[in-house]
């Protein structure tokens, strides 16, 4: 099978732009199984609910969950298994250091293929208040309406 260039988006986690504050971002590796692969491939996964925890000194990305592959009988893993996330263990210390005293979570916000691994894109967010969703939703429909003046007066 020939090596994969570029990247391709598999899932994204529009709800934790919507909850969350994204500060940095960073990118990690995931130790799935070949049937877990296979289905997020076919695109059936959920990143809604997940959240990344640090045990031990390790990440894990709990409550992601990842259909059953179809032709994978004995083989499939339960979906919500939490899964390992492969970072060096200096961004683990850093990241274990800001979520313990700042009050920080880290959040998985996209699943992507990059050159044919699978990737996850792990979010170092701050959680909003609900003022904070509503400038957010007021200042979005602002700027839609604005782009809609700007379209109708360029007609």
Known sequence: MPHQKGIKPVAQNRKAFHDYFVEERYECGVALFGTEVKSIRQGRVNLKESWAVIRKGEIWVEGMHIS???????????????????????????????????????????IYLKDGRMKVQLGLCKGKQLHDKR?????????????????????
Do not use: C, W
């Open 135 to 155: 400038d957010a939703a007021a200042k979005r429909d602002t700027d839609r309406e604005i782009r809609r003046a700007i379209r109708e007066h360029n007609k």
């Open 68 to 110: 059953p592959y179809e032709q994978g009988n004995i083989f499939n893993r339960d979906p919500m298994r939490p899964k390992k996330l492969l970072m060096h263990k200096s961004e683990i210390r850093k990241l274990d250091s800001l979520v313990a005293r700042q009050g920080y979570t880290l959040i998985p916000l996209e």
